[in-house]
């Protein structure tokens, strides 16, 4: 299996868009237009990754010096600045005839990769507790429960230190 990893592009909009509503539930899942505005503003910290020519796996993301990842607005990239210290995952997404095969391992040590070469100093995410030892595993820690309520479930909050 040779997954090939790359940045986003706008051309991937609909394959990522349709990824994501693959992947998560209705209230969780990006809209189309937020997908659209991290592949316009911040294709740095989107990354995709293929086999045979199709996207089964994104990570996409949006960056800021603010400690406070709860903002809904945030992830329609509002707030974002392309030099921020800390680098925030807002999906990480496998395409589920693919998923538990190591490609959310293997995407996340390229994300982390490309964070450092961006000079971030901090990755930030929001999980649930069912992913909590996943996240562990690529090295974040939890800092703990999250204001944010999106989708009316409850959110961890988890970091890495670069
Ligand atoms: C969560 C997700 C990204 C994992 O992708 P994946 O490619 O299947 O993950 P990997 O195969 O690299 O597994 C990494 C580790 O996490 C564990 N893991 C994977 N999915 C898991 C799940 N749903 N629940 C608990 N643990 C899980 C694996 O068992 C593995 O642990 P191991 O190394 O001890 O075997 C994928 O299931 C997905 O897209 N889910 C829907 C979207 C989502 O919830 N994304 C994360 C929130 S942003």
Not at 7 to 25: A, M, Q, Y
Not at 87 to 109: E, L, N, R, W
Not at 128 to 134: C, F, P, S, T, V
Request: glycine share 8%.
């Amino acid at each position: 299996m040779e997954l090939k990893i790359r940045n986003g592009r706008l051309e991937d909009l609909e394959e990522c868009f349709i990824l994501e509503s693959k992947t998560f539930p209705e209230e969780e899942a990006a809209s189309k237009e937020n997908v659209e505005i991290r592949l316009k503003k911040f294709s740095e910290g989107f990354i995709v990754g293929e086999l045979d020519g199709k996207i089964i796996t994104h990570i996409n993301s949006g960056s800021t010096n603010q400690e406070d990842i709860t903002d809904e607005e945030f992830k329609g990239l509002i707030g974002h600045e392309d030099g921020g210290k800390n680098i925030v995952i807002f999906s990480v997404a496998v395409d589920p005839i693919h998923q538990k095969k190591g490609i959310a391992s293997i995407m996340m040590k390229e994300f982390i990769k490309i964070s450092k070469e961006m000079n971030k100093k901090k990755i930030l995410l929001l999980c649930k507790d069912n992913l909590l030892k996943m996240y562990e595993k690529m090295g974040y820690k939890k800092i703990g429960i999250s204001a944010s309520t999106h989708g009316g479930a409850i959110w961890y909050e988890m970091e890495q230190s670069l």
